[in-house]
């Protein structure tokens, strides 16, 4: 056997220990020549390996030889159903994949400086010209004591811009939706539409994950309730190995009884 045949049985070696707890999320794995050094191969059959747990998200490798251990490898997996709750406490919602009472933090500084929407798919979803410059949220969000989950982008439309404009010093999640509502936009709707595509290098690095493994991209529109016209439109980015939709199937009115004289048993 060659040494480049060996690097799967080396990948799947780190794998183990990085599962194991032997080296924590965010830390770094020991060097090429270390490695190559307790398994008795070269550098390159090393660098295979790695490459390897990269593609299956357990590490981002750098460009200086180490790699890092990806908090992908040790997160859950959270179900994102079909549910907007209104927060208990605090003025406003929170949507899929949050839970209830969780807290959330941002990572990062904030970005609420208008901006002009150059997206035509975007720009047609909250019902403006491509160019138009409108008030745009940028952040990047996840659970406390975890690695950022989701990075969120909020066009909001230039109709409602003066309703938003002090948002921020409100720190209550969904605030500025609550306040639309509140200026004869009750009851606000949604809908999202989801696709999966590769990350961008900047969204790769804002999420913790290399570039090549797939995100979910959400993009959800906001609509009044009252006159049915868009008011903002969201894009949730989000690692694909952190989330799977959950959508309960309903009956349509054709899928009826095909037996129904028969009694049950018969």
Known sequence: MTQGSKYPDIAAAIRERIEAGEW?????????????????????????????????????????????????????????????????????????????????????EADKNPTALTDPRIAKLLGVEPGTVVP??????????????????????????????????????????????KAGHWPLSWVEFHRARMPSKDEAKLLHIPTSLPVLEIVRQGTSGGDDKPVEVTEYIIASDRVETVMTLERDASAVDPWPDEEDGE
């Open 24 to 108: 924590e999320p965010g830390a770094p794995l020991p060097t090429l020549d270390t490695l190559a050094g307790e398994f008795g191969v070269n550098r390159n059959t090393v660098h295979r390996a790695i490459g390897a747990l990269e593609t299956l998200g357990y590490v981002n490798a750098t460009r200086g030889g180490r790699a890092i251990v990806r908090f992908g490898a040790e997160r859950t997996r959270r179900p994102r159903g079909h549910y907007v709750k209104r927060n208990l406490f605090l003025r406003g919602y929170s949507f899929p994949s949050a839970s209830a009472g969780e807290q959330w933090m941002k990572h990062g």
């Open 136 to 181: 745009r949220r940028f952040r990047v969000t996840g659970p406390i004591s975890e690695a950022p989950f989701q990075i969120n982008i909020s066009w909001i439309h230039p109709r409602v811009a003066d309703i938003v404009a002090d948002v921020d010093k409100n720190p209550a999640a969904g605030e500025w939706l609550y306040r639309i509502e």
